[in-house]
């Protein structure tokens, strides 16, 4: 098992920039990967970003050049740093655990981009 809390959610300005950290009860080393997720009001939640245990990345579309995701093993934690945000990042940010044979899932962070 792994509970994951994320925080670093906050109210920005367009164009602006955050950082979210995902911590982990226990050592992420070994964990086959690492992903946010992101779910808006009204909208399916949706994958954003993903670091394997050998730290190869992917990131959605929609995100890539502006979002960065990376880990720190040794603090047991995920980050995504979100560059350029746009009012349409705006969102609960998710951060999820594959263990291949669980996933699990934090309790969220609110990320709302606003002038």
């Known amino acids: 098992q792994v509970q994951l809390v994320e925080s670093g959610g906050d109210l920005v300005q367009p164009g602006g920039s955050l950082t979210l950290s995902c911590a982990a009860s226990?050592?992420?080393?070994?964990?086959?990967?690492m992903s946010w997720h992101r779910q808006a009001p009204g909208k399916q939640r949706e994958w954003v970003a993903a670091i394997t245990r050998t730290g190869s990345t992917d990131y959605a579309d929609s995100v890539k050049g502006r979002f960065t995701i990376s880990r720190d093993n040794a603090k047991n934690t995920v980050y995504l740093q979100m560059n350029s945000l746009e009012p349409e990042d705006t969102a609960v940010y998710y951060c999820?655990?594959?263990?291949?044979?669980?996933?699990?899932w934090g309790q969220g962070t609110q990320v709302t981009v606003s002038s």
């Open positions: 226990r050592s992420i080393s070994s964990i086959y990967a």
């Open positions: 999820n655990a594959d263990l291949v044979s669980q996933t699990y």
